[in-house]
């Protein structure tokens, strides 16, 4: 561990000193500033879009990463490691702010420089450290290396209010501790009405998962009901749930409607799960109880009106 640590510093004390370069045209970002990471020294045919490492638990994994300017002046960024999460409406993958609490990777990780001036139109590459504890979980720990505005921007909001919003941009990093490693998925509370799927999407294993979603659908007699979204691949990271909708078009106004959602994902992974609902059923009951009162309403009247009507004389 020392022999790391000191490595560590010397790899740190020269990144420091390098000196910044032009932006290269590919550099990808939010059109102001780019972070991505550092190019290795004999680059591969694909460039590294994420950091994908691996590391045994009680380690430290050393690398760079580059941060750009886009723009034509000079910007400070601030610099710091977050753990990643899935949103719990749509499964969007995102990065926790740096006022809040790092417990994962976001934690263990410690940047060259906690924030940084990069000239305009250059970029400057940052060395950052990844102490992994020895009670590290095996499997993927996934977060980020983020740079935010040091200074937050006003945004106008409803009722001509300014509040400030700070701007990110991150690296995504995919660490995978040495163990056993088991992928799963869930699909669970399946749930479906005349317009609308619901259900709930889970990753039950220890390793990060990209799953492909398949709806399938029919009504009464078999006939046929669209369901259309989520539009795109989730990245699930170990341990989320996430509540997703789908869109049925189809049915019938009366119907019985059989849907079942299927979630796969690299490796064989598989998991499914169905619902079958009576739907238009109760709007249904409803103009039956309508027609009932309008007739029973109907009966009496008709009624009332005999008694009321004169007997003819004898």
Same mark, same amino acid.
């Given at each position: ?10 790899? &740190? +004390? ?9 932006? !290269? ?58 753990? +990643? ?18 417990? !994962? ?55 001509? &209010? ?5 701007? +990110? ?25 005349? !317009?609308?799927?619901?259900?709930? &999407? ?21 006939? +046929? ?41 690299? !490796? ?25 009162? &309008? ?17 003819g004389l004898a």
């Amino acid at each position: 561990m020392a022999n790391w640590s000191r490595t560590a510093a010397v790899v &740190l +004390a020269a990144a420091l000193l390098a000196v910044t370069a032009p932006v !290269g045209a590919h550099a990808a970002g939010n059109g102001r500033w780019a972070v991505v990471p550092t190019p290795p020294d004999k680059p591969g045919p694909a460039p590294r879009q994420y950091f994908f490492l691996e590391s045994p638990p009680g380690r430290t994994v050393i690398d760079t990463v580059r941060v750009a300017n886009l723009t034509d002046r000079p910007m400070t960024l601030r610099l710091y490691g977050a753990d +990643a999460f899935n949103t719990s409406a749509d499964g969007g993958f995102g990065l926790r702010p740096q006022g809040e609490r790092q417990q !994962g990777i976001g934690a263990w990780t410690q940047l060259g420089l906690a924030e940084i001036v990069v000239p305009a139109k250059r970029q400057t590459d940052i060395p950052f450290t990844i102490t992994v504890p020895p009670n590290a979980s095996p499997g993927d720990h996934v977060g980020g290396v983020v740079a935010a505005e040091a200074t937050p921007s006003g945004q106008l909001a409803e009722g001509g &209010l300014t509040v400030g919003v700070t701007h +990110a941009v991150a690296a995504r990093v995919y660490l995978r501790v040495s163990g056993p490693t088991l992928p799963g998925l869930a699909v669970q509370d399946v749930d479906a009405d005349a !317009g609308a799927l619901t259900y709930t &999407l889970a990753n039950t294993g220890n390793i990060h998962l990209v799953p492909t979603l398949t709806v399938t659908s029919s009504g009464l007699f078999g006939h +046929a009901v669209t369901a259309t979204g989520p539009g795109s691949r989730l990245d699930l990271v170990p341990g989320a749930r996430t509540r997703l909708r789908a869109a049925l078009s189809g049915t019938w106004p009366v119907d019985v409607v059989t849907t079942t959602v299927t979630a796969t994902a690299e !490796g064989g992974v598989t998991a499914t799960g169905s619902t079958t609902t009576v739907t238009g059923v109760r709007p249904a009951l409803g103009v039956l109880a309508l027609l009932a009162a &309008l007739a029973f309403l109907l009966l009496r009247r008709r009624r009332r009106a005999r008694r009321l009507r004169p007997r003819g004389l004898a």
